[in-house]
């Protein structure tokens, strides 16, 4: 079963730093695309980052420019992991954080949150004083 697990999420001042770790089971994270989505309440879904998958050129995508030198996308294959580091956090960036996975032929990652094929639940970041 196609399982897709994220950690990490608490509750953190503001200026303050979190990882994020998604975590995949019944398939192998290195083939797909991963991408970070958040939502805030009583908002829209939106893009965070997204990495493509580790079959062809390095590269990630950012979806949300108001993440721009504050968050990063890495993956380890060995850990069959993706993570979110995200530094210099704002109480704007208070949402939940969802992983998720793509099988596009070219390994890169889709223009937005329609693309993606399976989904993890979610975990709640808090950025609060």
């Known amino acids: 079963q196609v399982q897709l697990v994220e950690s990490g999420g608490g509750l953190v001042q503001p200026g303050g730093s979190l990882r994020l770790s998604c975590s995949a089971s019944?398939?192998?994270?290195?083939?797909?695309?991963i991408g970070w989505f958040r939502q805030a309440p009583g908002k829209e879904r939106e893009g965070v980052l997204c990495?493509?998958?580790?079959?062809?050129?390095?590269?990630?995508?950012v979806y949300a420019d108001s993440v721009k030198g504050r968050f990063t996308i890495s993956r380890d294959n060995a850990k069959n992991t993706v993570y979110l580091q995200m530094n210099s956090l704002k109480p704007e960036d208070t949402a939940v954080y969802y992983c998720?996975?793509?099988?596009?032929?070219?390994?890169?990652?889709?223009?937005?949150?329609?693309?993606?094929?399976?989904w993890g639940k979610g975990t709640l970041v808090t950025v609060s004083s």
């Open positions: 990495i493509r998958s580790s079959d062809g050129s390095d590269g990630s995508t």
């Open positions: 019944g398939f192998t994270l290195d083939f797909y695309a």
């Open positions: 998720a996975a793509a099988d596009l032929p070219t390994g890169s990652c889709p223009k937005s949150a329609y693309g993606m094929h399976y």
